[in-house]
């Protein structure tokens, strides 16, 4: 098993290392690690609000760029857990977020530095696993929601190595969230967010 973990690696390496002179020189294949911050946009009372998403995105994705265009599939992953006790009682809470997305973007060369533009979307999958108990009491709670996401896509990257860029981005996401499976009635909730990242690109 652990010689696979390093074979695995290698073969993938292998894979997408193709032959870069058959191709198109503005053609490449590569792996970014996003670090995402959300804000979103709220309506509270009178007055409008910036308030930090319960959940910061890191994401892994999987690039293909050439001359004119590129396609990035990410997934992203969080986690918050946190537990409580004090005399008999104890209570314990879980919230865990998967993103799945992709931009889908036109890009345009300049020597080593890359503007792109298109259109981000993807899905949001969220759990929430809650448990109290007590003396007197005990109560649990296991549910699930997914919520939609769509809106244009802004960035740059620049290759200050051959293989390596650093680059930047912005995402203006419509969020739609959708319900809880236990939840009564129907609630129709959506927001709409910036999305600010910096990503690290390695490219075959």
């Known amino acids: 098993?652990?010689?696979f973990k390093f074979l695995l690696p290698l073969l993938l390496c292998v894979i997408f290392?193709?032959?870069?002179?058959?191709q198109d020189s503005g053609t490449r294949y590569g792996i970014g690690v996003n670090f995402a911050k959300d804000f979103v946009v709220a309506d509270v009372g009178s007055d409008l609000s910036?308030?930090?998403?319960p959940y910061d995105f890191s994401n892994i994705s999987i690039v293909f760029r050439s001359a004119s265009f590129r396609v990035e599939p990410s997934l992203?992953?969080?986690r918050f857990s946190s537990s409580y006790s004090e005399g008999s009682a104890e209570a314990e809470a879980t919230t865990s977020n998967w993103r799945l997305g992709f931009n889908l973007a036109v890009n345009k060369e300049t020597g080593k530095m890359h503007?792109?533009?298109g259109i981000s979307v993807g899905f949001i999958f969220s759990s929430v696993y809650s448990k109290f108990s007590s003396d007197l009491f005990s109560d649990k709670e296991d549910d699930s929601k997914t919520d939609f996401f769509v809106g244009?896509?802004?960035?740059g990257e620049y290759n200050f190595h051959e293989n390596l860029s650093l680059g930047g981005e912005i995402q203006f996401n419509y969020i739609s969230l959708g319900q809880y499976d236990d939840s009564e009635g129907d609630l129709s909730v959506s927001v709409i967010t910036t999305r600010a990242i910096i990503v690290l690109r390695w490219y075959f």
């Open 1 to 3: 098993m652990k010689s």
């Open 50 to 53: 910036v308030m930090s998403l």
């Open 17 to 22: 290392r193709m032959d870069l002179s058959a």
């Open 115 to 117: 503007h792109y533009y």
């Open 76 to 78: 992203g992953y969080f």
């Open 152 to 155: 244009p896509v802004l960035g």
